[in-house]
């Protein structure tokens, strides 16, 4: 047997969704190098190279201690030439040029801001910095065309790039649930994605929204906003509505993994006030960066105005798929991925966030909890503070 401090002394897994993968870990020197060439990759519109890297970097998270030497990397899975040249330079040099060279390029950094707008893809991003625009504010100026979403995007920019913070996610959940109460007494409510899996900061906040008496959920999305908007609660919103229907759909997926809740893509308009008001009853979080650094004195200050522009996403999910709407929306999206991967890969099944469908026996599964999905998938429940694939 090798000594307990070799990495490679463990049995690593090959899919994300078969290993525990916590928050911290001990390799963040060679993951946030990995993850720059993932994201490049699919700036580029290359998603096999985009997972690839992702896939070798989580490998990386569920380690039990630091890479030290190449040799600790014998036997992992998910380490492709490419990553171990990678990963070989920053042993030896500290840093790899490749990565340091994307890091600094000004296609990487035109994307990452472009794309970093509410409502700006890949493949619209891609166009304005081949019309030779690089952010926001070349956006405003040359007077691009934007639809709604993105005219927000713009607008809460600043705003918007500052992480959410728990103790806002916090403050968030509890308008939620006055709303939704509000609209439909007995409705349950569900923080969902990296909050759930333990995250101190997130881009957005989602919720998961369901009645167990099934059909009470019908129509609820309109009266959450409603209710939201009378509040002066929103600074924008759209709805999409429930498109999922078992017998027309039947087990394909919907075209790229999108699942067809009614859905709500939203901005918040949070007080300040409130939320200093909470973490005043809330055990000192660690201290996080608020972003706050970089900004320019001429920028909206949310110090000054009271209150700041926060991303939240709402879904509602019948009773009946709240378990698969569950593991669907709390993450990671490698995690996720690597789901229904081994699904289709390994046990002839289709997974998405509303059902489990079995191709052998020619049937869905009915499940209302996580863990009955995990056994059907011949998985060991992995909790959700270990899906940080
Ligand atoms: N999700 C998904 N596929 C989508 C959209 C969402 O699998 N097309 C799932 C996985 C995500 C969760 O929903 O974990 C929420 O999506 P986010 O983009 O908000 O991701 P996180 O909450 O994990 O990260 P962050 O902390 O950046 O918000
Ligand atoms: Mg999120």
Redesign the pocket.
């Known amino acids: 047997p090798k000594p307990s401090g070799d990495p490679s002394a463990m049995q690593m897994k090959s899919y994300a969704c078969q290993r525990r993968t916590p928050l911290k870990h001990h390799n963040s020197f060679l993951t946030e190098a990995l993850e720059i060439l993932s994201q490049n990759a699919e700036y580029n519109d290359n998603e096999g190279r985009s997972v690839a890297f992702r896939r070798a970097a989580s490998v990386l998270k569920a380690l039990p201690c630091r890479v030290k030497s190449m040799e600790d990397l014998r036997c992992l899975p998910c380490l492709g030439d490419h990553s171990q040249r990678v990963i070989k330079e920053i042993l030896e040099d500290g840093s790899s040029r490749e990565v340091e060279s994307t890091r600094q390029s000004e296609q990487f950094q035109a994307m990452k801001a472009l794309t970093g707008i509410f409502g700006v893809g890949v493949r619209t991003a891609d166009r304005w910095f081949r019309e030779g625009l690089r952010s926001p504010d070349d956006l405003i100026r040359t007077g691009q065309q934007l639809n709604r979403a993105q005219q927000a995007g713009v607008q809460y920019y600043n705003d918007l790039q500052k992480p959410?913070t728990k103790v806002e996610a916090d403050v968030i959940s509890d308008i939620v649930e006055k709303a939704v109460h509000s609209v439909l007494p007995g409705a349950e409510i569900q923080l969902?994605?990296?909050?759930r899996?333990g995250?101190e900061?997130?881009?957005?906040?989602?919720f998961l929204i369901t009645h167990p008496e099934e059909g009470k959920e019908e129509g609820l999305m309109p009266k959450i906003t409603n209710w939201l908007e009378e509040q002066g609660l929103l600074l924008y919103q759209k709805t999409t509505r429930n498109s999922y229907l078992e017998k027309m759909d039947g087990p394909a997926r919907p075209p790229?993994?999108?699942?067809r809740f009614e859905r709500c893509f939203s901005i918040f308009k949070l007080q300040t006030s409130a939320v200093r008001y909470k973490s005043n009853f809330t055990a000192p979080a660690e201290d996080v960066s608020t972003g706050r650094e970089n900004e320019k004195p001429s920028e909206r200050d949310s110090e000054e105005s009271g209150w700041r522009a926060v991303r939240v996403?709402l879904v509602v999910s019948p009773y009946s798929q709240f378990a698969f709407a569950t593991l669907?929306?709390?993450?990671?999206?490698l995690?996720?991925?690597e789901l229904r991967r081994w699904a289709g890969q390994e046990k002839n099944m289709s997974l998405s966030?509303h059902a489990l469908y079995d191709s052998k026996q020619n049937l869905y599964l009915r499940a209302k909890t996580e863990e009955e999905i995990f056994a059907y998938l011949g998985l060991e429940f992995i909790p959700p503070s270990e899906r940080n694939a």
């Open positions: 959410v969902m994605g990296g909050f899996r995250k900061v997130g881009h957005d906040v989602d790229n993994n999108m699942d996403d669907g929306w709390t993450g990671s999206k995690f996720e991925r966030s």
